[in-house]
């Protein structure tokens, strides 16, 4: 999904590299390796990719973009599988959970093995009798597989949100979005504070998120998406009204919102 996020963005003539994490994908563009990656981040179903924002902590690269992508899962097979004899379904752990009832419905007592991504599942069991794999119809038919069930996500309006990371910054679209990450302080009403700033500035928050701010214990870091770009007055004004009662606000990016 991935690959159809880069296309539907970048188009069909860009050129693209698959690599096995997201970790890769940061460091192929920190080290300039690659001009830009794209990195999910969001599903409507499942929630956040927690991958992905951890990636953000150590990064400096500026997320330059989103694209939304509805997701809607095949069901494949290959030329060598028996249908009835399936011990294994593949596919990534979020695209297992993404199709729990269809699979709790249809194959109970098969055994669901997570993989490193969609595409992989695809490619092994090319040479397999006794497995399927879960995957975009573009994996179907870069591996030549057979797609036995269609669209068997238990949500049919089931997105994904991406992000694409690069190392400029992107000026205003009329249409945007800013990311933040701030680090807060341990102490009561500490959110709070946060928050008040962007209220009073009137700006929408699309987004808020926590992780562990590791190696600290029971530490956190807030990732915020809001509406607007950190050009614009009244956001600059927000964030700059939260610097001294923080220990870090960094900017990830502003972007111009996705199209559906």
């Known amino acids: 999904y991935t690959h159809s996020a880069v296309l539907k963005h970048f188009g069909h003539d860009a050129v693209v590299r698959p690599l096995p ?21 969001e ?3 499942e929630g956040v990719v927690n ?5 953000f902590k150590t990064s400096n690269l500026n997320v330059i973009g989103e694209v939304e992508l509805p997701i809607h899962h095949q069901f494949l097979i290959s ?3 028996r249908k009835d004899s399936i011990k294994q379904i593949y596919a990534h ?9 269809w699979l709790d419905a249809h194959y109970p007592g098969v055994e669901r093995v997570a993989l490193s991504s969609n595409a992989e599942a695809a490619r092994r069991i090319r040479n397999e009798w006794h497995s399927a794999a879960i995957a975009s119809e573009i994996a179907a038919s870069i591996y030549d597989l057979e797609i036995m069930h269609s669209n068997i996500e238990d949500n049919p309006e089931n997105t994904t949100r991406f992000l694409v990371i690069g190392r400029e910054k992107v000026p205003q679209s009329g249409n945007d979005k800013t990311s ?7 102490r009561a009403g500490a959110l709070l504070e946060i928050l008040a700033p962007f209220a009073k500035h009137n700006i ?3 987004s808020i998120e926590t992780r562990p701010a590791l190696p600290e214990k029971w530490a956190y870091v ?7 770009h950190i050009e614009q007055e009244h956001v600059k004004a927000a964030i700059e009204e939260i610097r001294p009662l923080v220990k870090e606000v960094r900017v990830l990016g502003s972007y111009p919102a996705a199209v559906l």
């Open 21 to 41: 994490t997201i970790d890769e994908v940061f460091r192929d563009v920190e080290a300039g390796s690659a001009h830009y990656g794209l990195v999910p981040v």
């Open 43 to 45: 599903n409507s179903s």
């Open 51 to 55: 991958h992905t924002l951890d990636c």
């Open 79 to 81: 030329e060598n599988t």
């Open 93 to 101: 752990q979020q695209t297992l959970a993404q199709c729990r009832k």
């Open 180 to 186: 933040l990450l701030i680090s807060a302080h341990d």
């Open 204 to 206: 929408s928050l699309t």
């Open 222 to 228: 807030f990732f915020i998406d809001l509406e607007g």
